[in-house]
C-alpha cells in the first residue's frame, strides 16, 4: 500500500507495541536474523533510521534482540 501524499502520519502508540510483538515473536526462534533497509530513495532513510533506532532504544529488547548497522 503507497501513501497517499506526504504529510506526517499521527504518532500512534499501538504501532510500537505491535512491532515490538511481530519482532518479539519473530525471535522466539533464535536462529532468525532479519534485515531492515531504509530506502532513501524519497530523501527520508535517515528519518526511517532515526525511528528505528529511538524505537529500539525504548523497546526493552536490547538485551535479547542484537542491532548492528551499518551505513
Known amino acids: 500500500m503507497e501513501k497517499v501524499n506526504d504529510e506526517t ?3 500512534d502508540a499501538k ?5 515490538q510483538a511481530i519482532i ?3 525471535f522466539i526462534n533464535s536462529q532468525n ?3 531492515y533497509v531504509c530506502d ?3 530523501k527520508k532513510g535517515i528519518k526511517r533510521f532515526n525511528t528505528f533506532n529511538r524505537w529500539y532504544k525504548n523497546s526493552g529488547l536490547m538485551t ?5 548497522t551499518t551505513l
Open 9 to 11: 502520519e499521527r504518532f
Open 15 to 19: 504501532v510500537s507495541s505491535t512491532i
Open 24 to 26: 518479539s515473536a519473530f
Open 33 to 35: 536474523a532479519m534485515i
Open 40 to 42: 532513501d530513495k524519497d
Open 64 to 68: 535479547t534482540i542484537v542491532k548492528k
